[in-house]
Protein backbone atom coordinates (compact mmCIF):
# COMPACT_ATOMS: atom_id res chain seq x y z
CA UNK A 1 0.00 0.00 0.00
CA UNK A 2 1.42 3.34 -0.78
CA UNK A 3 1.16 6.76 1.20
CA UNK A 4 -0.20 9.88 0.92
CA UNK A 5 2.66 13.02 1.68
CA UNK A 6 -0.24 15.54 3.18
CA UNK A 7 -1.67 14.45 6.58
CA UNK A 8 -2.44 16.64 9.69
CA UNK A 9 -2.00 15.42 13.41
CA UNK A 10 -2.98 16.53 16.63
CA UNK A 11 -2.74 15.20 20.36
CA UNK A 12 -2.54 17.26 24.11
CA UNK A 13 -1.61 16.04 27.42
CA UNK A 14 -1.09 17.94 30.31
CA UNK A 15 1.50 18.40 33.36
CA UNK A 16 1.02 20.26 36.57
CA UNK A 17 -2.07 22.09 35.17
CA UNK A 18 -0.09 22.93 32.12
CA UNK A 19 -2.11 21.61 29.00
CA UNK A 20 0.82 20.63 26.28
CA UNK A 21 -0.81 20.70 22.40
CA UNK A 22 0.65 18.93 19.52
CA UNK A 23 0.06 19.46 16.09
CA UNK A 24 1.65 17.99 13.05
CA UNK A 25 1.54 18.97 9.37
CA UNK A 26 3.36 17.35 6.23
CA UNK A 27 2.78 18.29 2.86
CA UNK A 28 4.36 17.10 -0.62
CA UNK A 29 8.36 17.84 -0.94
CA UNK A 30 10.45 15.71 -2.79
CA UNK A 31 13.17 15.63 0.11
CA UNK A 32 12.43 15.43 3.54
CA UNK A 33 12.33 18.47 6.05
CA UNK A 34 10.98 19.53 9.02
CA UNK A 35 10.39 22.93 10.62
CA UNK A 36 9.71 22.64 14.65
CA UNK A 37 8.81 25.59 16.67
CA UNK A 38 8.99 24.75 19.92
CA UNK A 39 7.82 27.58 23.46
CA UNK A 40 11.18 28.63 25.59
CA UNK A 41 10.86 25.97 28.05
CA UNK A 42 10.72 23.09 25.60
CA UNK A 43 13.40 24.34 23.43
CA UNK A 44 15.72 21.76 24.98
CA UNK A 45 13.48 19.24 23.42
CA UNK A 46 14.01 20.19 19.74
CA UNK A 47 16.41 17.34 19.04
CA UNK A 48 14.51 14.49 20.22
CA UNK A 49 11.49 15.64 18.48
CA UNK A 50 13.37 16.01 14.82
CA UNK A 51 14.77 12.55 15.69
CA UNK A 52 11.27 11.06 16.18
CA UNK A 53 9.77 12.86 12.61
CA UNK A 54 12.70 11.24 11.06
CA UNK A 55 11.96 7.44 12.38
CA UNK A 56 8.33 7.85 11.44
CA UNK A 57 8.38 9.75 8.40
CA UNK A 58 10.46 9.68 5.40
CA UNK A 59 8.90 12.44 2.70
CA UNK A 60 7.81 15.48 2.90
CA UNK A 61 8.08 18.63 4.56
CA UNK A 62 6.66 18.77 8.19
CA UNK A 63 5.69 21.18 10.45
CA UNK A 64 5.65 20.51 14.28
CA UNK A 65 4.19 23.03 16.58
CA UNK A 66 4.23 22.77 20.24
CA UNK A 67 1.80 25.30 22.13
CA UNK A 68 1.27 25.52 25.45
CA UNK A 69 -2.43 26.12 27.23
CA UNK A 70 -3.95 27.24 30.71
CA UNK A 71 -0.31 28.35 31.62
CA UNK A 72 0.17 30.66 34.64
CA UNK A 73 2.97 33.40 34.80
CA UNK A 74 5.38 31.78 36.80
CA UNK A 75 5.40 28.84 34.63
CA UNK A 76 6.45 31.25 31.62
CA UNK A 77 8.71 33.68 33.11
CA UNK A 78 10.71 34.48 35.98
CA UNK A 79 11.81 38.39 37.13
CA UNK A 80 15.70 38.95 38.08
CA UNK A 81 14.89 40.94 41.07
CA UNK A 82 18.26 41.81 41.93
CA UNK A 83 18.83 43.05 38.31
CA UNK A 84 15.32 45.17 38.64
CA UNK A 85 15.80 46.42 42.23
CA UNK A 86 20.01 47.46 40.83
CA UNK A 87 17.83 49.46 38.10
CA UNK A 88 15.78 51.30 40.65
CA UNK A 89 18.29 52.33 43.05
CA UNK A 90 20.54 53.69 39.99
CA UNK A 91 17.37 55.58 38.78
CA UNK A 92 16.79 57.30 42.58
CA UNK A 93 20.25 58.06 42.68
CA UNK A 94 20.06 59.35 39.26
CA UNK A 95 17.13 61.62 39.59
CA UNK A 96 18.02 62.74 43.32
CA UNK A 97 21.21 64.02 41.53
CA UNK A 98 19.72 66.15 39.05
CA UNK A 99 16.72 67.17 40.89
CA UNK A 100 14.58 65.11 39.14
CA UNK A 101 11.38 63.78 41.16
CA UNK A 102 8.79 61.30 39.69
CA UNK A 103 7.54 58.01 40.05
CA UNK A 104 9.29 55.24 38.27
CA UNK A 105 7.25 52.92 36.23
CA UNK A 106 7.83 49.46 36.81
CA UNK A 107 5.70 48.48 33.42
CA UNK A 108 8.19 49.99 31.57
CA UNK A 109 11.25 48.96 33.64
CA UNK A 110 10.44 45.04 32.78
CA UNK A 111 10.82 45.21 29.19
CA UNK A 112 14.95 46.38 29.92
CA UNK A 113 17.07 43.40 28.49
CA UNK A 114 17.56 41.18 31.07
CA UNK A 115 15.01 41.74 33.77
CA UNK A 116 12.46 39.19 32.51
CA UNK A 117 13.91 35.57 31.45
CA UNK A 118 12.52 32.44 30.53
CA UNK A 119 11.88 29.69 32.92
CA UNK A 120 14.58 26.87 32.36
CA UNK A 121 12.82 23.48 34.43
CA UNK A 122 15.17 21.65 36.63
CA UNK A 123 16.01 18.16 35.64
CA UNK A 124 13.54 16.60 37.21
CA UNK A 125 10.76 18.99 35.39
CA UNK A 126 12.53 18.65 32.51
CA UNK A 127 12.97 14.56 32.53
CA UNK A 128 8.41 14.93 32.78
CA UNK A 129 8.16 17.38 30.24
CA UNK A 130 9.99 15.36 27.72
CA UNK A 131 8.09 12.22 28.32
CA UNK A 132 4.67 13.90 27.76
CA UNK A 133 5.85 15.78 25.01
CA UNK A 134 7.24 12.69 22.90
CA UNK A 135 4.29 10.51 24.57
CA UNK A 136 1.80 13.02 23.05
CA UNK A 137 4.23 13.96 19.61
CA UNK A 138 3.90 9.88 18.95
CA UNK A 139 -0.04 10.00 19.23
CA UNK A 140 0.17 12.79 17.04
CA UNK A 141 2.55 11.33 14.27
CA UNK A 142 0.18 8.09 14.67
CA UNK A 143 -2.78 10.00 13.04
CA UNK A 144 -1.17 12.07 10.38
CA UNK A 145 0.39 8.82 9.32
CA UNK A 146 -3.60 7.55 9.06
CA UNK A 147 -4.37 10.26 7.41
CA UNK A 148 -1.06 9.39 4.89
CA UNK A 149 -2.61 5.89 4.55
CA UNK A 150 -6.09 7.11 3.93
CA UNK A 151 -5.66 9.36 1.01
CA UNK A 152 -3.01 6.61 0.13
CA UNK A 153 -5.45 4.08 -0.64
CA UNK A 154 -7.32 6.60 -2.87
CA UNK A 155 -4.25 7.65 -5.02
CA UNK A 156 -3.72 4.09 -5.22
CA UNK A 157 -7.02 3.30 -6.55
CA UNK A 158 -6.90 6.15 -9.35
CA UNK A 159 -3.31 5.15 -10.39
CA UNK A 160 -4.84 2.00 -10.80
CA UNK A 161 -7.11 2.68 -12.98
CA UNK A 162 -5.35 5.05 -15.20
CA UNK A 163 -2.80 1.95 -15.84
CA UNK A 164 -5.67 0.08 -16.58
CA UNK A 165 -6.56 2.93 -19.12
CA UNK A 166 -2.74 2.22 -20.67
CA UNK A 167 -3.12 -1.57 -20.29
CA UNK A 168 -6.10 -1.24 -22.90
CA UNK A 169 -4.61 1.34 -25.22
CA UNK A 170 -1.19 -1.17 -25.74
CA UNK A 171 -4.16 -3.76 -26.24
CA UNK A 172 -5.33 -2.02 -29.25
CA UNK A 173 -2.21 -1.20 -30.60
CA UNK A 174 -0.69 -4.85 -30.23
CA UNK A 175 -3.61 -5.64 -32.59
CA UNK A 176 -2.98 -2.61 -34.81
CA UNK A 177 0.72 -3.63 -35.81
CA UNK A 178 -0.23 -6.29 -37.50
CA UNK A 179 -2.49 -4.98 -39.76
CA UNK A 180 -0.10 -1.49 -40.22
CA UNK A 181 2.15 -4.24 -41.91
CA UNK A 182 -0.54 -5.54 -44.79
CA UNK A 183 -2.32 -2.44 -45.14
CA UNK A 184 1.43 -0.72 -45.70
CA UNK A 185 2.27 -3.76 -48.21
CA UNK A 186 -1.08 -3.39 -50.12
CA UNK A 187 -1.01 0.87 -50.63
CA UNK A 188 2.89 0.38 -51.80
CA UNK A 189 1.99 -2.23 -54.71
CA UNK A 190 -1.18 -0.20 -55.47
CA UNK A 191 1.14 3.15 -56.06
CA UNK A 192 3.95 1.41 -58.04
CA UNK A 193 1.43 -0.26 -59.65
CA UNK A 194 -0.20 2.45 -60.99
CA UNK A 195 3.46 4.14 -62.02
CA UNK A 196 4.30 1.66 -63.95
CA UNK A 197 0.81 0.81 -65.91
CA UNK A 198 2.35 3.29 -68.94
CA UNK A 199 5.72 2.14 -69.22
CA UNK A 200 4.01 -1.61 -69.41
CA UNK A 201 6.34 -2.55 -67.08
CA UNK A 202 6.26 -5.18 -64.17
CA UNK A 203 6.95 -4.61 -60.47
CA UNK A 204 9.89 -7.39 -59.35
CA UNK A 205 7.85 -8.51 -56.59
CA UNK A 206 11.55 -9.42 -54.78
CA UNK A 207 11.85 -5.87 -54.61
CA UNK A 208 8.61 -5.00 -53.18
CA UNK A 209 9.18 -7.43 -50.53
CA UNK A 210 12.36 -5.81 -49.94
CA UNK A 211 10.86 -2.63 -49.49
CA UNK A 212 7.94 -4.20 -47.06
CA UNK A 213 10.36 -5.61 -45.08
CA UNK A 214 13.00 -2.17 -44.38
CA UNK A 215 9.46 -0.43 -43.50
CA UNK A 216 8.64 -3.60 -41.04
CA UNK A 217 11.85 -3.03 -39.40
CA UNK A 218 12.05 0.96 -39.37
CA UNK A 219 8.48 0.63 -37.51
CA UNK A 220 8.74 -2.42 -35.71
CA UNK A 221 7.56 -1.10 -31.91
CA UNK A 222 7.02 -4.59 -30.54
CA UNK A 223 9.67 -4.08 -28.25
CA UNK A 224 8.61 -0.91 -26.91
CA UNK A 225 5.20 -2.06 -26.08
CA UNK A 226 6.69 -5.06 -24.34
CA UNK A 227 9.13 -2.72 -22.14
CA UNK A 228 5.78 -0.19 -21.44
CA UNK A 229 3.86 -3.60 -20.56
CA UNK A 230 7.08 -4.78 -18.04
CA UNK A 231 6.89 -0.90 -16.58
CA UNK A 232 3.46 -1.13 -15.83
CA UNK A 233 3.74 -4.24 -13.95
CA UNK A 234 6.47 -3.02 -11.81
CA UNK A 235 4.12 0.09 -11.41
CA UNK A 236 1.75 -2.39 -10.14
CA UNK A 237 4.37 -4.43 -7.78
CA UNK A 238 5.85 -0.86 -6.39
CA UNK A 239 1.76 0.33 -4.99
CA UNK A 240 2.23 -3.11 -3.26
CA UNK A 241 5.53 -2.60 -1.28
CA UNK A 242 5.43 -1.91 2.50
CA UNK A 243 8.40 0.58 1.82
CA UNK A 244 8.17 4.31 0.70
CA UNK A 245 7.45 3.86 -3.36
CA UNK A 246 7.28 7.62 -4.28
CA UNK A 247 10.69 8.06 -6.20
CA UNK A 248 10.69 4.47 -7.48
CA UNK A 249 7.05 5.27 -9.09
CA UNK A 250 8.19 8.44 -10.41
CA UNK A 251 10.98 7.24 -11.95
CA UNK A 252 8.73 3.87 -13.57
CA UNK A 253 6.66 7.11 -14.76
CA UNK A 254 9.59 8.52 -16.72
CA UNK A 255 10.29 5.30 -18.36
CA UNK A 256 7.01 4.67 -19.23
CA UNK A 257 6.48 8.09 -20.88
CA UNK A 258 9.66 7.38 -22.58
CA UNK A 259 8.92 4.06 -24.22
CA UNK A 260 5.29 6.01 -25.38
CA UNK A 261 6.96 8.96 -27.18
CA UNK A 262 9.30 6.22 -28.87
CA UNK A 263 6.35 4.26 -29.69
CA UNK A 264 4.59 7.31 -31.10
CA UNK A 265 8.11 8.52 -33.55
CA UNK A 266 8.11 4.68 -34.90
CA UNK A 267 4.69 4.34 -35.69
CA UNK A 268 3.16 5.13 -39.20
CA UNK A 269 -0.53 4.52 -38.73
CA UNK A 270 -2.80 7.26 -37.13
CA UNK A 271 -4.70 5.20 -35.23
CA UNK A 272 -1.85 4.06 -33.17
CA UNK A 273 -0.83 7.78 -32.82
CA UNK A 274 -3.83 8.81 -31.45
CA UNK A 275 -3.86 5.66 -29.01
CA UNK A 276 -0.64 6.98 -28.01
CA UNK A 277 -1.80 10.39 -27.43
CA UNK A 278 -4.46 9.07 -25.14
CA UNK A 279 -1.68 6.33 -22.66
CA UNK A 280 0.72 9.83 -22.75
CA UNK A 281 -2.38 11.87 -21.12
CA UNK A 282 -2.80 9.09 -18.38
CA UNK A 283 1.06 8.82 -17.88
CA UNK A 284 1.00 12.71 -17.51
CA UNK A 285 -1.66 12.07 -15.39
CA UNK A 286 0.13 9.03 -13.53
CA UNK A 287 3.46 11.50 -12.90
CA UNK A 288 1.56 14.31 -11.22
CA UNK A 289 -0.27 12.03 -8.91
CA UNK A 290 3.18 10.25 -7.70
CA UNK A 291 4.14 13.59 -6.60
CA UNK A 292 1.72 13.31 -3.70
CA UNK A 293 3.06 9.29 -2.67
CA UNK A 294 5.54 9.43 0.25
Known amino acids: MINSMTGYGGAQGEINGVNYVVEVKAVNNRYFKTIIKLPELAAF ?74 TSPDEEMAEQIKEVVLKISQEAIDKLKQMRAAEGSFLEADLKKRCRAIEQGLERIRARGAAVLQEYAKRLKKRVDELLAHAELKLDEEILAREVA ?17 HLQQFAQSCQANDQAGRRLDFIGQEMLREANTIASKASDTEITRWVVDIKCQIDRIKEQVQNVE
Not at 55 to 83: H, M, P, Q
Open 214 to 230: IFADRSDISEEVARLDS
Open 45 to 118: LEEDIERLLRKNLSRGTVNYALRLKDVSANALFDIDEAALKAIVEKLSRVGSSVDINGAIDIGSLLTLPGVIRP
